[in-house]
């Protein structure tokens, strides 16, 4: 079974808009980490932000927020105000225990900014 | 600070011929991971290590892939013999180490592998 399920496999928004980017998963433990990574077309992974599956509050850095909604196991990559240079793919993740095993991408979500 | 290297950038071989990748982590992380990502997929892990020990291989096709890391610093990924469905991306990352679930892996830029 698929342990992060990513159901839009290209987006697309208008310069200065806002855009979410679905991420569902599945684990049966309490205990565990969201990431989302950016990967421009040069390759490299850039982690953009983390959420803890105790953590009250949703996740915020700059222009991303996560929505969490742990009852119904998504985490959604919120960018407002959408930039050209945000064109890229965005990988979720996770990773289930304390000790970093298990960390599972994504299958990714190719988002193109409009200008 | 120095992010992770990873050389080289590309590589194309035939197959059934042998290929090293290496990296080296960003200083003082004492985990280091190799992934694959093959075209339109997320990375898989292939190892993870913790210092100079292995902690995860279990998706490691150890046929013919091998992964050293003998001084807990640099790191070298092997491939031998190659196969046209190694064809990917060969992702390096490193993390502080410090067993949470919260820590953060840190990327390199890959090395793009093309077999023939």
């Known amino acids: 079974a698929q342990k992060i399920t990513q159901t839009q496999p290209g987006m697309f928004v208008q310069e200065k808009e806002a855009v979410t980017l679905d991420c569902t998963y599945d684990t049966s433990d309490q205990s565990y980490g969201l990431f989302w990574y950016k990967q421009p077309s040069s390759g490299e992974m850039i982690f953009l932000i983390y959420q803890g599956s105790y953590d009250e509050q949703n996740a915020t850095e700059g222009r991303y927020s996560l929505n969490f909604q742990k009852a119904r196991k998504s985490a959604n990559l919120v960018i407002s105000a959408s930039q050209l240079g945000d064109s890229a793919m965005y990988f979720c993740a996770m990773r289930e225990n304390n000790y970093g095993q298990n960390f599972v991408f994504g299958p990714g979500t190719r988002l193109s900014v409009l200008p | 600070e120095a992010g992770v290297a990873q050389s080289p950038r590309y590589k194309i071989i035939e197959k059934r011929q042998s290929v090293a990748f290496w990296c080296n982590p960003i200083s003082g992380h004492a985990t280091l991971y190799w992934y694959q990502q093959i075209l339109g997929q997320g990375p898989k892990l292939l190892i993870q290590f913790q210092n100079n020990g292995v902690v995860d291989d279990s998706q490691l096709p150890k046929d013919r892939f091998s992964a050293e890391r003998l001084k807990g610093v640099d790191s070298t990924l092997k491939i031998q013999p190659a196969k046209l469905e190694d064809s990917a991306v060969y992702l390096c990352?490193?993390?502080?180490?410090?067993?949470?679930?919260?820590?953060?892996?840190?990327f390199g830029p890959g090395t793009r592998l093309l077999v023939l």
């Open positions: 990352a490193s993390s502080l180490g410090g067993h949470t679930r919260q820590e953060t892996q840190y």
